[in-house]
């Protein structure tokens, strides 16, 4: 389907180009999206297909999704700020909107010029993240786009760097472990996170070099609008909740262990002083 689309906008836009006259493509943007903070720090670029958020001093900024889902494989093209970007967090994440949230959360950590990235991931459930898990990227996410996107049905959630599958956060219900199972909005948007995100805090933003950028591209969304019934959101009609996205196959499993292995350098199910007994979900299995 998409890629007839694709072709038809292709037709479209040759076709348009011959007849001398300007076709605007229609941006998936507006469908799915809103400007959901600062409207003056985000600006549009290549038709719509690209959007840049920023941040100055002034204020960040942030896009998001018009509806809220209830299972989806979730992507987004990122590209982080050049340079200096101490203290100033990129975050592409889920959230749900009760007072116990649920949210799953991608978030890029600002480095000094020339320092290693890092990405953090996160879950919530029930209002209770503490969740956080650590990665060194190894590649430079300012340097161009990458892919980053989040599997959600009722087997599991599972965070992707492109192909690479980084965190699995499987549905243990069964066993007393909250799984996110409420309605979630999607969110994209950079702030000061300078108390916390870089060197646990002790690198803060330097406001000389702001504005600071962050580029998205691809605002499809492939997911379940939680205005159909619950159960209808878990049925296999939608393809992310096929057999198929139920495990990560042997390819993604074998990928997963090398990247947690060799780049993975923060686990709180790891981190014995913050939980001696680590929590259940944890549980390797
Ligand atoms: C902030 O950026 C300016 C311009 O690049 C640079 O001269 C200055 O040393 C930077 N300050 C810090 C604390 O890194
Ligand atoms: C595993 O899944 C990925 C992504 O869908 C696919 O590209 C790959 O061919 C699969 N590998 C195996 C062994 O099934």
């Known amino acids: 389907m998409r890629s007839f689309l694709l072709g038809l906008s292709v037709f479209l836009l040759v076709g348009g180009a011959l007849a001398g006259k300007k076709i605007a493509i229609p941006s998936s943007?507006?469908?799915?999206?809103?400007?959901?903070?600062?409207?003056?720090?985000?600006?549009?670029?290549?038709?719509?297909?690209?959007?840049?958020i920023s941040m100055d001093k002034a204020s960040g900024s942030a896009i998001a999704s018009k509806m809220v889902y209830a299972s989806g494989f979730f992507n987004m093209r990122i590209k982080v700020p050049v340079g200096d970007s101490a203290g100033v967090v990129t975050a592409f994440y889920l959230t749900s909107h009760s007072d116990i949230h649920d949210e799953l959360d991608f978030e890029f950590l600002g480095n000094k010029e020339g320092k290693p990235h890092y990405l953090q991931t996160n879950v919530y459930t029930n209002g209770v993240g503490n969740r956080e898990q650590r990665f060194l990227l190894w590649f430079d996410p300012s340097a161009r786009f990458h892919t980053y996107r989040v599997l959600w049905n009722t087997h599991q959630i599972v965070f992707f760097v492109d192909d690479t599958p980084i965190r699995v956060f499987r549905n243990k219900a069964k066993i007393g472990v909250h799984y996110p199972s409420q309605p979630m909005q999607v969110v994209g948007s950079i702030w000061d996170g300078d108390s916390w995100a870089t060197d646990g805090g002790q690198t803060k933003v330097n406001w000389t070099v702001a504005p600071f950028k962050t580029y998205f591209r691809n605002f499809d969304i492939d997911a379940c609008p939680s205005s159909k019934l619950p159960q209808l959101c878990y049925s296999p009609k939608f393809w992310w909740n096929r057999d198929k996205y139920s495990n990560l196959n042997s390819t993604q499993q074998k990928r997963y262990l090398y990247v947690r292995k060799n780049y993975m350098v923060y686990d709180y199910c790891s981190d014995k002083t913050r939980y001696p007994v680590p929590p259940p979900e944890c549980d390797a299995t």
């Open 29 to 52: 943007f507006d469908k799915n999206y809103y400007v959901a903070w600062a409207q003056d720090h985000v600006q549009f670029l290549h038709q719509g297909k690209e959007v840049q």
